[in-house]
């Protein structure tokens, strides 16, 4: 597109104003449409190339003091991707869900390490990472969710991972194989997620008039 960065109108007649609108527009919408997907097609897989294009945006995202401890292990095969999920805890809230079938497990993992050699204190840095690698995986297609529930000690030793390198979160990434949608809660109202009997994932969200003080 011709004139975006000389304020001149382009060929097709957008002009710098409309171009910024339409760049925060795709923003929001990315925003909203990364959400926490926990049922996927395992059909549709990842690769190694892709998970490390998600990892170079988290590398390239900010870090407490530049101090960049972070660490990434990568797992894309069906053989790891089977031992990774032996150890998450899925959906806190469905306490009468026990978690993806087989053929609704994530394609891939990140497992976001923090280097003790480094610092002993990672701050929001594995936050930010994880943010960030989810962004790029919905602009490529793809959905995920943070987990934090996690049997570290057990998955450590099954990965093969150092004393040294502590378990901050695992990322399981796919392509998405349900709908989630936003809806908004009233002041006092239960922020608990549930599904209906569609399958559809609701998130209650919190008013902007109540967060803002």
């Given amino acids: 597109m011709q004139g975006r960065g000389c304020g001149c ?10 171009i910024r609108f339409l760049e925060m ?15 996927f097609d395992e059909g549709h897989a990842l690769d190694e190339g892709t998970l490390r294009e998600l990892v170079d945006l988290a590398r390239r995202s900010a870090s407490g ?15 790891r991707n089977a031992v990774i999920f032996e150890h998450l ?3 806190g809230y469905l306490t009468d869900w026990e978690g993806p079938t087989e053929s609704e497990r994530p394609s891939g993992y990140i497992v976001i390490l923090g280097d003790r050699r ?41 990965l093969g991972i150092g004393a040294e390198l502590q378990i901050l979160l695992v990322i399981a990434l796919g392509k998405p194989a349900e709908t989630v949608v936003l809806e908004d809660v009233e002041p006092g109202g239960s922020i608990h997620y549930w599904r209906d009997e569609q399958g559809v994932h609701h998130v209650p969200k919190r008013r902007l008039d109540e967060l803002i003080i």
């Fill in 89 to 91: 805890m899925w959906a």
């Fill in 65 to 79: 003091a530049n101090l960049q401890p972070l660490k990434y292990l990568l797992s894309w095969e069906r053989e």
């Fill in 9 to 18: 109108e382009g060929a097709q007649g957008i002009g710098r104003a409309e």
């Fill in 118 to 158: 480094i610092t002993e204190h990672f701050g929001c840095d594995h936050g930010i990472a994880a943010q960030s690698i989810l962004l790029g995986a919905t602009e490529r297609g793809f959905g995920g969710c943070i987990l934090g529930s996690i049997e570290r000690t057990k998955l450590g030793e099954e």
């Fill in 25 to 39: 527009m795709m923003l929001e919408e990315l925003i909203v449409r990364n959400r926490s997907y926990r049922r």
